[in-house]
């Protein structure tokens, strides 16, 4: 068996970064100017240095990214002067999958048609000289959102941008997105990328690393996501990331949030102590709802006004915005900014001093715990010579299971439905090591619903629709 340790970073990193910097997209990446350029930064541009200063309520951060640089400078002063505390840069879908060619013929498209034919900033495409143009006057942290199983040049392009806040992981950012992108190689490439995040960091002016909890954001069990969210944090921190933030989703039940945030951050906070990390800042971002949303306005706003104060309830560092769009389509800088409006104005009216506490909110912490516990724990005793081959073992045993992930090294066995208080259940554990006590507490959760076949879809897809279904 391995277990994380501090002597695990890759080695020879220059011979890796040098393959990767000769790619032609890399435009001449000098890694000492680089330095120089983030040591020259404003400090309010490192969002670690943000989360260490952070006041009372959760910050804000929006998603947004459009192919033309003067349609993202206009996103991002929009985002800024509605109150967001970071401004995001949304990576398109071809340079997410490293289709570069596809990206450069669309965004030359785009420019000639002044139509867009991406659904996002092809920052490789753009390079980070002009980046850093695209956010001048900017002293906010810029943060790169995107879902790259491979994002080693798109990384070192975003830090050598300016960009101090690097979303993804060699998991959350492979098993949702993609089907056949190797699961263990997706991992060593996200190594390199954590390496690199903490080899630009210094201690005044660290790079931040924040995972993506919400996943599939389809039904995925609390234990699930906690485990996955340890896991990247505790592989970050082997290659050396002093700052990471771990997130999760809006769950659909307000028990289920209370209790998924106070488990994430005792067993983040307690592994991360238990294995030598104990200098590791580890913060919480909250995902507002990723599932289906309304397609009335009216309704997607009251979702996104009833999901902020549950992301002051659960004390989340960060809340990721959602817009009343989300239905119809890629949103505007309008709606985008009028989401953040709206955030804001219900972190700055309605102030929240404590946290709700109950009988149910602590039943399901402990059930979350007990199965977070059992499960890393079989993943620490696989043998393997590092810990990401335990991990990629454990995707293999089944260990490690995301309900309706699309990935061939996903086992798709584990299936959940909701119980009559919106709480996501376990029907069917799959190869997921689930003690008896922790399952007869799912089935008894689920109660007659649990009696239905485990292939019972109409009760599956009413679950998946919670939000919008028949409000």
């Known amino acids: 068996m391995a277990f994380p340790s501090s002597q695990a970073k890759i080695e020879s990193v220059e011979a890796h970064r040098g393959l990767v910097l000769s790619h032609p997209l890399a435009q001449a990446i000098d890694v000492e100017e680089v330095r120089s350029f983030l040591s020259d930064m404003p400090h309010a541009r490192f969002a670690s240095l943000a989360f260490q200063n952070r006041l009372s309520s959760p910050y804000i951060q929006p998603r947004g990214g459009f192919p033309r640089i003067d349609d993202q400078r206009r996103l991002t002063e929009m985002l800024s002067e509605a109150g967001a505390d970071f401004i995001p840069l949304t990576i398109d879908s071809y340079t997410r999958h490293n289709q570069y060619e596809t990206a450069a013929e669309l965004l030359e498209r785009t420019e000639d048609e002044e139509k867009d034919y991406l659904n996002g900033y092809p920052l490789l495409c753009h390079g980070h000289l002009l980046t850093r143009d695209l956010y001048r006057g900017i002293d906010k942290p810029i943060s790169l959102r995107h879902g790259t199983p491979d994002a080693r040049l798109l990384v070192e392009t975003a830090i050598a941008s300016g960009i101090t806040d690097i979303e993804g ?95 994430l951050r005792q067993v983040a906070r307690g592994m991360l102590d238990k294995f030598g990390f104990e200098d590791v800042n580890a913060y919480l971002a909250y995902h507002q709802w ?20 549950v992301a002051q309830q659960v004390g989340a560092d960060k809340i990721v915005v959602k817009t009343a769009d989300e ?9 985008n900014a009028m989401a953040t409006r709206v955030v ?31 499960i890393l724990d079989r993943i620490l005793d ?38 009559n208080n919106g709480s996501i259940r376990i029907l069917d554990p799959g190869d997921v090591p689930i003690c008896e006590e922790a399952m007869a507490r799912e089935k008894s959760g689920l109660g007659s619903r649990s009696s239905r076949p485990s292939r019972d879809y109409e009760a599956m897809l009413a679950d998946i629709s919670l939000m919008a279904r028949g409000l």
């Open 382 to 419: 696989l043998p393997g010579a590092t810990f990401w081959q335990s991990v990629f073992r454990a995707f293999q045993l089944g260990f490690i299971d995301v309900p309706f992930s699309p990935h061939c090294d996903n086992a798709n066995r584990l299936t959940t439905l909701r119980d």
């Open 327 to 335: 239905a119809l389509g890629i949103p505007t800088a309008e709606v």
């Open 169 to 263: 992981g060699g998991i959350c950012y492979c098993i949702p997105y993609s089907e056949n992108f190797p699961l263990d190689r997706a991992l060593l490439y996200w190594q390199y990328v954590d390496r690199i995040c903490a080899w630009y960091s210094t201690p005044d002016r660290p790079i931040h690393r924040e995972s993506f909890g919400p996943l599939t954001a389809t039904m995925v069990p609390p234990c699930m996501v906690i485990v996955i969210q340890v896991v990247e944090a505790l592989l970050a921190a082997e290659q050396g990331v002093e700052n990471f933030t771990v997130s999760y989703g809006q769950t659909g039940s307000l028990v289920q949030d209370l209790a998924t945030a106070r488990v």
């Open 290 to 309: 990723m599932g289906q949303f309304p397609s009335e306005r009216p309704l997607a706003e009251a979702l996104i006004t009833a999901s902020a104060l």
């Open 344 to 374: 804001r104005y219900v972190f700055d009216v309605f102030k929240i001093e404590d946290t709700l506490d109950s009988h149910s909110i602590d039943d399901e912490a402990d059930l979350i715990r007990l199965e977070v516990e059992g």
